[in-house]
């Protein structure tokens, strides 16, 4: 059973920066699509970021030049570089593992507030 992680949540005033990280289990962790979710109270979970297992990237909107997406496939680990956070970015954020099919983890909570 695959099994993802996320770690890295906390709080953090308005303009700082977060890492988060994700960590998924097995052997295959370089072919996987990786991505990153967020859920902000009563709303729908929306996309924030995605890496290939070729390394291309893409953003949404909203997050486009503030959040950077990388992985190392040697640590079977994914991360979000969120800098200059707003309020709106405040979240649940949630790791998900793409090869032919999906797996996820259980968010970690990121809460920007002064």
């Known amino acids: 059973q695959v099994q993802v992680v996320e770690s890295g949540g906390g709080l953090v005033q308005p303009g700082g920066s977060l890492r988060l990280s994700c960590v998924v289990s097995?052997?295959?962790?370089?072919?996987?699509?990786m991505a990153w979710y967020r859920q902000a109270p009563g709303k729908q979970r929306e996309f924030v970021a995605r890496i290939t297992s070729a390394e291309s990237t893409n953003y949404a909107t909203s997050v486009k030049g503030r959040f950077t997406i990388s992985r190392d496939n040697a640590k079977n680990t994914v991360y979000l570089q969120m800098n200059s956070l707003k309020p709106e970015d405040t979240a649940v954020y949630y790791c998900?593992?793409?090869?032919?099919?999906?797996?996820w983890g259980k968010g970690t909570l990121v809460t920007v507030s002064s």
């Open positions: 097995g052997s295959i962790f370089s072919r996987y699509t």
């Open positions: 998900s593992a793409h090869y032919f099919q999906d797996y």
